[in-house]
């Protein structure tokens, strides 16, 4: 199958500090692919890459045969992906209806009350029906991060990109918000999930890839990357994060 | 005389009235009209500082730099007085509206540029993800975050401007304070001048008041 993310020797350096340092990934349709490793390897940069919010320094992206440049319509690329922000990032002076039905209006051009007709659905199947009408700062941070995860879906993205969702919850939240991920896992859409919650990445994962200082180290089923890691690196991270 | 007579003399109040309420009407539509332009400049002005292409963003700083240093009465002196000589011969109060909003627009500058910088990076970013274009990336998500973190800066600056239209008196513009000085003049007596001080404070006090109010509510929120 086609990859509908096609990415190829990328390279991003922050001052002296080499974020990437030629990563090339594949992503074919319908697969949920989560990224994993130590803080500082990467894994957000690959992914804020894809959508351009940092330009790459070399190495070429392609979505869905968009090629991701300098110059290049970012809007079309973007329309096609949607993004799920660690810290949530919801529009704190609009309802949370509008926050999720707001792009489909100013981007995709639908009607204010189509794109609100979506946006309650949408809302519904993450189960937020009660709470439509509130603001973001009423809403508990499991709640948000749903309403980020709705608004995303808004846009019928081709592809969904995952910042740590739920690295900035609380414990007891992180369940519900790994929960309407896992289900949208099954609906066929493309996913790219960095995450730190490793039950959710051997649960939900068509395939693992571990990094390690801006480059892929190792890739592949979770079963085999969690139970028979062949690079030292790995193993020292699945230690470090599975010992307690 | 008692004190009374000399400084809140009924009669004379009531008879260099009318000449109040003429300066006073010009006062507001002055105020206004100034505040109004400065706002609007002062926004175009921080929107081409942040996000210009470079030529535009050189002259926006070197404009809100300039109109921060000088003093506005020399400005209003200099549009009133030496344009003329370069065949440019406006009306006070055109003159008067175009110093003050000049200068407020550098000042509201700075604050609107302030206010944009203060919307939380995610915001920019959630925006830009979305695919929303630079405009409705401005007007949709930032713009409405950031005038309400400027609320109190911009209607303390909204008040200075409002005071500093008393300047426009300079140039023979029939402001509240320069009938009053008129009316003083006329009947020989110092009450129009203080009726004049209390109006000015009567419709800023609540102004005043109301900065403190904003200020604090938005202390809380942060918190």
């Given amino acids: 199958m086609a990859a509908i993310i096609d990415i190829k020797g990328i390279t991003k350096t922050f001052g002296d500090f080499r974020a990437l340092d030629g990563v090339d990934l594949q992503v074919a349709e319908g697969e949920i692919v989560v990224i994993i490793g130590p803080s500082g390897s990467g894994k957000s940069t690959l992914i804020r890459c894809i959508n351009q919010l940092e330009e790459h320094d070399g190495g070429t992206i392609t979505v869905d045969g968009h090629a991701v440049q300098k110059g290049a ?66 809403l508990s941070g499991g709640q948000q991060q749903r309403v980020g995860i709705a608004r995303a879906l ?74 028979a890691p062949r690079d030292e690196r790995l193993r020292n991270f699945l230690n470090a994060v599975l010992s307690h | 005389m008692s004190f009374f007579d000399a400084f809140l003399n009924w009669d004379v109040f009531v008879q260099t009235l009318p000449l109040l309420v003429s300066g006073l009407t010009i006062t507001i539509s002055l105020g206004l009209c100034a505040i109004i332009l400065g706002l609007a400049g002062g926004l175009l002005l921080a929107l081409l500082r942040l996000y210009g292409p470079a030529p535009l963003r050189q002259i926006a700083i070197a404009y809100i730099d300039i109109f921060r240093a000088i003093p506005l009465l020399v400005l209003l002196v200099v549009i009133y007085y030496a344009l003329p000589f370069a065949g440019l011969r406006l009306t006070p109060f055109t003159s008067a509206t175009m110093a003050l909003s000049f200068v407020s627009a550098a000042y509201s500058a700075e604050i609107f540029r302030a206010g944009i910088e203060g919307v939380p990076k995610g915001q920019f970013e959630a925006a830009r993800a979305l695919g929303l274009s630079a405009y409705r990336r401005m007007s949709d998500i930032i713009l409405p975050q950031a005038v309400k973190l400027v609320i109190p800066p911009i209607t303390s600056n909204s008040i200075n401007v409002f005071k500093d239209t008393a300047l426009a008196s300079v140039v023979a513009m029939p402001d509240l304070l320069k009938q009053a000085t008129q009316a003083q003049a006329l009947s020989a007596n110092p009450t129009p001048l203080i009726s004049a001080a209390l109006i000015y404070i009567a419709l800023l006090l609540p102004l005043v008041r109301l900065v403190g109010i904003f200020e604090r509510r938005l202390a809380a929120k942060g918190r």
Avoid: C
Wanted: glycine share 6%.
């Fill in chain 1, 73 to 138: 319509d970012l809007t079309a690329i973007r329309t096609e992906l949607g993004m799920v922000f660690q810290s949530f990032n919801l529009f704190p002076h609009l309802s949370v209806l509008r926050n999720v039905a707001l792009a489909p209006v100013r981007v995709r051009g639908l009607s204010w009350a189509d794109a609100e007709a979506r946006a309650r659905k949408l809302l519904e199947r993450v189960g937020l029906k009660d709470h439509i009408e509130k603001y973001p700062a009423q």
């Fill in chain 1, 154 to 227: 808004a846009m019928e993205p081709k592809v969904l990109l995952f910042d740590e969702p739920t690295s900035a919850l609380d414990p007891e939240m992180v369940g519900e918000v790994l929960d309407v991920i896992q289900q949208l896992a099954k609906t066929g859409v493309t996913m790219m999930v960095v995450t730190h919650e490793m039950g959710f990445a051997r649960k939900a994962a068509n395939r693992v890839v571990f990094m390690d200082a801006g480059r892929i180290v190792e890739q592949g089923p979770p079963d085999t990357l969690f139970d």
